[in-house]
């Protein structure tokens, strides 16, 4: 059946409120009718358009508004809805425990209230107020017979103050001029102030806003502007890029210990690269048009300065991707970012290349696209549990028998792997556990959704018949949690790290150069890798730059998790 485009009417919102309040009224134009009609026809278009591209209007409430959660409670509507979830007999006795009051009731309370302990303030400088007029030993002034002692805990009083996240000091020496010989003497700055206009800690908070808060660098110029201490963006830019090359042995050594990992999860979003951008347009001119070979040169120069460019296979290729990895190498866990022409699967092959020999194949999880696997380098690949879910909470108000079934399933899965994280079991005791809980439901899930395909209960090219033919079709990458011991259930440790670069990309947009991509990745990769650490990002980035020799030469030493131990040592020396 062809559906025919509604008729495009132009209609403001105060013509629609007029509308509105004469159809309550029932008093109804002549032109009325045909904006009314227009209104229903647009809206009958729309969901015959997303009901046909197997989309619901649910799913495009969460493209336009994003989805708050897709935890199976909210997707089914399981809390809010009295036909799937009967009241229990105490809610129904005649003598039902009346309910609590939640702000008197400490257990009820809600969570999350937004105030702080003082153990919060780790970066708080820290001053001891003594007593005005007592100390410890003096007699007590009101009975006059105990004596005094300090308590361990002290009274404790936080004060916050506002300041630009970059500050001044404008030091001004003292000139004196001889009357008689004319000389010219200067004081001199005080000590630790050299020559040097901006001290380390400078890059450290631009790149923290800039990489890891998403603040644009035109952005944070403007609120540096309006709190007196200007910052222009190209001074920003000079400062960050001069700095990455004290801090880019730590990333290279990121990457190595990275590549030794038993797990590593990697996937892939959209960028932008305005040079690239700019390249592939010389590209179409040079084809078209048969630009002498010096302009062949200049292209060709462009493409070598990008760090890591791997122009096997991506010469032709006009897609620009920021690729995460995150790999769980000895108990750390280990964020990689690499924007370019390059998939995830590329960049992870690049990543593995610097693999010692003599370990095991490493365990992979990804979605199931194909760019998202190293064609060149074996690895026992796992795929996502949870995208294969999503497909079905996606067609839940078409089909919500189907996928109901579907979800209460991998309800049980995401539980028991609860349960074995609560009790924190070893990669080999989780197998089992998984094996014996986990194994059956999902043997049933199997040949449920057999059933229905083989049976034509559902037609193949629907929504739910997608969803069922890819579970399917992956079934052996999705269930690896059931075959590899510490295989994990879905890819979304990793799906978290590309938030960063998706902020990234919202605020700024794109990437200048190659070489700014490159600077972003590196203060990225060592930002989260720090934040997944629980290390503080700026004091790393900080003793990274003040130490900079030894970072060179030993950068090992100096990961987020042992930088700390290093700079004692360093200190002692």
Request: with cysteine.
């Amino acid at each position: 059946m062809t559906r025919t485009q509604p008729k495009i009417i132009e209609v403001d919102a105060k013509t629609v409120k007029e509308i509105r309040e004469r159809l309550r009224t029932k008093q109804l134009r002549d032109e009325d009718y045909e904006i009314i009609d227009a209104i229903v026809g647009s809206y009958a278009f729309l969901a015959g358009t997303l009901k046909n591209n197997k989309e619901s209007i649910r799913r495009l409430q969460k493209l336009l508004f994003g989805a708050s959660t897709e935890k199976t409670d909210a997707v089914l509507g399981d809390k809010n809805d009295p036909t799937t979830s009967p009241p229990s007999d105490e809610e129904d006795g005649p003598e039902a425990t009346p309910p609590t009051d939640p702000e008197n009731d400490p257990s009820k309370r809600r969570k999350g209230h937004g105030r702080n302990g003082v153990e919060a303030y780790q970066g708080a400088e820290k001053i001891s107020v003594p007593h005005e007029s007592l100390q410890p030993g003096d007699c007590c002034p009101d009975c006059e017979n105990g004596t005094l002692y300090e308590t361990n805990r002290p009274g404790v009083l936080v004060r916050l103050v506002g300041q630009a996240p970059v500050d001044a000091t404008v030091y001004k020496l003292q000139k004196l001029r001889c009357n008689l010989c004319g000389n010219l003497f200067t004081a001199a700055a005080p000590e630790g102030i050299g020559e040097d206009r901006y001290d380390v800690t400078v890059a450290v908070m631009i790149a923290l806003l800039k990489y890891g808060s998403g603040l644009p660098f035109n952005r944070f110029a403007g609120l540096q502007g309006h709190l007196g201490i200007p910052l222009p963006a190209s001074t920003q830019w000079d400062i960050v890029h001069d700095n990455a090359k004290s801090i880019k042995p730590a990333f290279e050594e990121l990457i190595r210990q990275a590549a030794q990992g038993k797990l590593l999860h990697n996937d892939d979003t959209p960028a932008r690269i305005l040079e690239m951008m700019g390249l592939r347009a010389k590209q179409a001119a040079l084809a078209a048009d048969s630009v002498p070979s010096p302009a062949k040169e200049q292209t060709a120069a462009i493409e070598d300065s990008a760090p890591d460019s791997g122009k096997k296979k991506t010469s032709e290729r006009r897609g620009m991707f920021t690729s995460g990895i995150v790999s769980l190498c000895d108990g750390h866990r280990i964020a990689l970012f690499f924007t370019g022409h390059q998939h995830a699967g590329e960049n992870l092959l690049d990543v593995l290349t610097r693999r010692a020999e003599t370990l095991q194949t490493p365990l992979q999880m990804c979605d199931a696209l194909s760019r998202n696997t190293p064609a060149e380098l074996e690895t026992i690949v796992a795929n996502c549990l949870a995208h294969g879910r999503r497909r079905f909470a996606d067609v839940i108000e078409h089909f919500p028998e189907e996928c109901r079934y579907v979800l209460e399933a991998l309800r049980v899965i995401y539980r028991n792997d609860a349960v074995a994280r609560k009790q924190n079991l070893s990669p080999e005791a989780r197998l089992r556990f998984h094996q014996t809980e986990s194994g059956p439901v999902m043997e049933e899930l199997h040949t449920w959704l057999t059933s229905q395909l083989e049976q034509k209960r559902v037609e193949p090219n629907s929504g739910l018949g997608e969803a069922m033919r890819y579970m399917l079709k992956h079934w052996e990458k999705l269930t690896r949690f059931l075959q590899v011991p510490g295989a994990p259930l879905d890819n979304n440790i990793c799906e978290r790290a590309l938030k960063k670069a998706i902020l990234h990309r919202k605020n700024s947009l794109f990437y200048k150069t190659t070489k700014g991509a490159h600077v972003g990745d590196l203060f990225m990769s060592l930002i989260y890798t720090c934040e997944l650490c629980g290390a503080n990002p700026f004091d790393y980035l900080t003793e990274l730059l003040r130490h900079a020799d030894s970072v060179a030469t030993n950068p090992h030493e100096w990961m987020p998790w042992n930088y700390q131990e290093t700079r004692r040592c360093e200190t002692a020396k």
